[in-house]
């Protein structure tokens, strides 16, 4: 059994908090949280102990550590946690900003530090297979790909100033997927967003609706579309075009329930949120962070998984900005 | 070009007339009804002439006849054109007496008389390419078949009386299927009926909900559902279950469009009933009797198939009354 | 926390081991098999201890009792539980034998013996769905029921002379399905059966595929349809059609990946078997048996429901056997 | 009976003459080809006869010509027909210069002249009814629209220096579709081209896949993709997102036939090409015609819909070359 500190004790944490006591070779031994409140009442539900952060890093039992703490705090209790020696679950983003996240670079890089980010996205079943599928060369040499991601309803409007914008907070996410489903680096992209939901949104300088495009050097192309409100639940679906043919994964539903009568036939809409669309997608990152914990398999999901995904967001925030096509400079 | 009598002006007759009509190789002569209004107006619609009966089957320059007439003239109406050299293509059901229909075997099973009888599903592309692909041994050996045959709403009181009651009237369309599917005569009928619907129905001695269980002698299984009000639309489905696997053909849409929101997602219900769902089937049926007419094919649908359909119907109605199962002898 | 002791370390054993160790308010106390090997292993792998049925019995600190053994021990394991004041959650059948599910009904009858029949398809998120929208009048009165339920493939031949036949060890789930949907008691059943798949089974005086019809006094009908395999994974599909249209709930698939190529769209096959398709619905009986350990609630699957499952059972092995229609008493 | 006069007996052609020839209101008169035999071979498969251009232009008792020639003559044999006081019925593109089709604007906006456009999309019972629904509010305020628009393999290569362009060829329609539904004019293009396929296509300067974003003044945004071979028949699908949700207008299937076994569920790719799935379409323009020649109503698709639609598509062909946005000017 592995010894698991969890700092960050709010929506995701306690996932991954719920994950961690399911799992048969992990133990939730404390958690840590900035209200001592939250961390207690997240440590008596799952038979952990609150304590502080200084107290987590210090004890050499625990050798692994999830970071789901505020955004802003990310990369600084990853790094406390890596000197400590222990292996790393970081919730996405590192960082908001890209230059203190290729500061540190160097030390995730470290072949001895395990760092594993917490795109969650990666370890869907149906993406998964979809990824499977295309490296089987079920559409032959893929062409294009339109990723959809739309979200049930926009955030508290108190969030969207410390978001980073919807291109860091949002789409960094698709960016991923773009990445890790093309196996190509991106070299351009162009961003439209618009305000048409919210316009309390605009006058925080962001978007709530955006269209993006992003070119490999080989002519690839990847089409993103990203909403802060669907009306119809959580909308999370990609579309991959090849050379022999389409492969797609489409939404997930509560049942299988179809009504038929006068007005048609109506079945369930989309499952609601990340936490019910992405629920066993959560408990495989913690699957496989116990692999690392093993030392059974390297990190899926890298620090510079997560920089590389910043780094096209920063492209989109200019592209936006400027109206303008940005070239993405992957050195 | 064939020219081609139109016995009956009514509701499938105005069908087979806008058909023929539309045919490149066959000529609408001249219709015939026992209301000289209605087929004024039909033969109006269509460029045809009006005539009566006598001078329909006397006219030699006419080489088929349709029988569209109401059920009990069916018989008569198909004699007479057959005598008279003429090609016939008469609607379901050749009577409501089996006992007359097997009483007139002898007539249309002479190789020169062609005879089409109107099953339209046969005709269905659905159902043709069902069938084909079961010959091509998509579930290997056919072992079990469920057919839903739901109307969308009871017919006018009115017609019950003269119908023949549901399994002449409507099941035996899904006899005719479940023979032709299988291959194979069925040796046993158990049929469970009740008036769910419409106690008035049941004032006429009938039932408008009924179960139904084949079986042939090799032990396959047909499973029959009939309704006469589903509630949404036409409800026409058959499943076939093999050694394989399974293969199954669904009910029709008018469009493909779906519309997601808060209430979930809802298309369209099937399409209302027979008219629009095998609008296809019909101008099908007509192309197969121009076929016949060339004397390029055989009709497929023969005067047996009607006699064989309504030897299942009697027992059906027995099974139903006696509340047992019947024993159906295909001597 | 409430002390559980499982009686059967066998494969379904597992899957309620799991459950019970991931469940928060449970804890698993001890595992009892006749191989004492298997108890031990199962112990091990979730943190219980192997023990005796005697020991487990006697310890006043176990609170309830979880039945997986063989089922000729159902019973009087379930009896012995249940008279030591435990809980008792009892997997199907409670007996193969109506005479001797009788006799002990008084027992479980007594308000004070907490009784749960494990009947997990009522636990289906899907069929729960489909049954509280039937109460919310979703199709109106409720008319027919058609329950598709084919196993992927056969058991193996050495099951079958203690399975009980199919009626009783598969139909079973099939006939308490009928009953929880229509809230009606059943008064005929008529049952056909085959031997299609395996000759084998015939041997054993069994057979692979059945067609079954139901009738309530009501009129209302259901038909069931069995098979010993499917050849496309795990079947399990139910139609409900009312006098306001039809409500269905269907299979379930390991992912949404739709591949379009020259050769068509293709996707998942059904969920594999029981294990798979089931899975929620195991883990949520053993919360529903938490909670009524916490006394929160009655048993929502009584022995009532088992008895009345296998007196439909025994009916239709009549009817199979007759090859009639056989009147169900429920007296 | 409205007579017709056809100019062009290629695919195309011949697809509207079987239309006219089986409409009741419209008479196919002649048929005019560069190629005699292929007005000859045409016209007596349809009744017609053949004629010169002169001829049928002169002849005052054919009231509505249709221009289904090569595109370089559709605007001078649109203006031709115009002048002898034809209703005009012309085949889409009315030009690929956008200079000459402004240049002849002002003679087909005068009232008197009945100009229909072809752009059959229009007529596609799934987009019409889509268009309805989004009339009714079905989403609510119209946000964003992505339109999946792939051809099912390239054309003859020796067609792609005539066509135009992919833009001017084959997005044109989805220029018109976008605008037909949002009801706004765009004012930016933003397109990606990429040529994936075929490598010759390149060499003739165009492209064969092709990402495009659209922008209205009020900050809508629509995205189109383009592909010249799918691997799976015809790609046409639309979804529209608003306020309130999404509605989605699929592709069309030949049958319904599912086929599950070992390899999964699996069921007919999309029809082939635009003559299968926009056979409804086709006959509804025919329709529509007809309805301008009874001066029923007002061509529903305008000389100025042409026009609108080629002046995105050269603004499209610009922002590919120069890789920027581009302003569109709809003074």
Chains 1, 2, 3, 4 share one sequence.
Not at 94 to 100: A, G, Q, S
Request: proline share 3%; glycine share 8%; hydrophobic share 40%.
């Amino acid at each position: 059994m592995h010894q698991i500190a969890l700092v960050g004790a709010g929506r995701i944490g306690a996932i991954h908090a719920g994950n961690v006591a399911r799992h048969p070779r992990l133990k939730l031994a404390c958690i840590v949280d900035a209200s001592e409140d939250a961390a207690q009442s997240l440590a008596a539900a799952t038979g952990a102990k609150a304590c502080s952060l200084a107290e987590a890093i210090a004890d050499n039992s625990v050798k692994g550590a999830i970071i789901a703490s505020s955004t802003d705090t990310h990369l600084e209790f990853s790094i406390m946690a890596a000197k400590s020696g222990k292996a790393v679950f970081c919730e996405k983003p590192i960082d908001l900003c890209l230059e203190k996240v290729s500061n540190s670079a160097s030390l995730f890089a470290d072949a001895d530090t395990a760092f594993l980010l917490g795109f969650n996205r990666r370890f869907d079943p149906n993406f998964m297979k979809l990824r499977s599928q295309l490296q089987n060369g079920a559409v032959g040499k893929i062409e294009t790909i339109h990723i959809t991601s739309h979200d049930p309803a926009p955030p508290p409007l108190s969030y969207i100033p410390k978001s980073g914008g919807l291109f860091r907070d949002m789409t960094i996410h698709d960016f991923d997927m773009a990445r890790w489903l093309t196996g190509e680096e991106f070299i351009e992209v162009f961003a439209q967003g618009a305000c048409l939901i919210d316009k309390r949104i605009e006058d925080h300088g962001d978007i709530d609706t955006a269209k993006i495009l992003l070119k490999t050097a080989s002519g690839r192309m990847v089409f993103i579309s990203n909403s802060r409100r669907s009306g119809y639940g959580y909308d999370q679906r990609i579309e991959v075009f090849g050379s022999e043919g389409r492969i797609a994964a489409g939404n997930m539903y509560e049942t299988t329930v179809e009504h038929w009568s006068q007005g048609g036939r109506n079945a369930d809409k989309p499952l609601e949120f990340f936490l019910e669309r992405y629920a066993t997608a959560y408990e495989s990152e913690i699957a496989h962070f116990a692999d690392i914990l093993d030392r059974s398999c390297k990190p899926s999901v890298t620090y510079d998984d997560g920089y590389k995904a910043l780094l096209i967001g920063e492209a989109a925030i200019r592209s936006w900005k400027e109206k303008s096509p940005i070239s993405i400079s992957n050195a």
